[in-house]
């Protein structure tokens, strides 16, 4: 009797267990469920227009999407012959050049200041520093490009008054090549440095306080701190941050390289980047297919680029890997 009884409790609480799983499983798909949509009919839906990229696309009668795409002529690859274009060096050098420029930067100052207001004491100052350096992520580089315009402006800007007023040759920016990589540069980091710099804040909150302490009681410095307990308890978001942004190395920022130069036509050398020379050749060709190749192997590259630097994460360090 006493058994069966150890049993049937046994049972019943396997089954409470299972009940409340199932209801818990249940909440956390219905908060799930919006983003899993949203990425369905966003990023999963549109990915059979790839086939663009293959093709001649062309308007017909009627004028629907699906009919154009059936009715379009394939071409094969001819849609990504905008590579032996004699700008695809520049163009190439600019994108891969600025990307592993900015995220190598990214990272370290990033870093550094999210170390940094780790370290404040006061709680009031650690806010005001967060939300001023997070504040330029929300601007448009239209907005931007007007402050950098106050700047460089070659008639009124800042700079170019102090060097007419010192009796210095006045530098027309915005035909000058010579300082945009720097100015471009100075651009990225302003506006997505508090961004990164959030990110690593709060992987930085989240660290046992307690290793502080027994590291503090063994004799360890705030730098060796730093470098032995806060440096790895972050490891794991670097990682992936470096793995996701090393996937957007073939892509650029349009906003910043079109706007902020002005369109400038002399800036082209250090200003023209894929994404930049796409938008010019379909707004003088109107060739939608050549414009979805492009994208298409920037999609190519960055997924092939996330395999091979998780990999390489996989074979050093297994934990930090993201699959």
Known sequence: MTLTKAHAGSGLRRMRTSSASRKKAFWLTTMM???AVWLL???YLPMFGIVIAFKNYRAY?????????????FVGLKNFEFLNSPDTGIMIRNTLGYNLLWIILGLVISVAFAIMMSELSSRFLAKSYQTMMFFPYFLSWVVASYFVLAFLDPTSGMIPFMQKATGQKITNFYHDTTWWPLILTICNLWKNLGYSSVLY????????TTQYEAAAVDGASKWQQIWHVTLPGIRPMIVILLIMNIGKIFN???GLFYNVPQNSGSLYPVTQVVDTYVYRAYANTHNLGMSSAAGFLQSAVGMLCIIGANALVRKIDPESSLF
């Open 33 to 35: 469920l919006p983003g």
């Open 41 to 43: 009919l966003i990023r």
């Open 61 to 73: 009668r009627p004028n629907t999407f699906w009919n154009n795409i059936i009715q379009s002529e």
């Open 201 to 208: 804040l709060a992987a930085i909150t989240g660290i046992d």
């Open 252 to 254: 650029a920022d349009f």
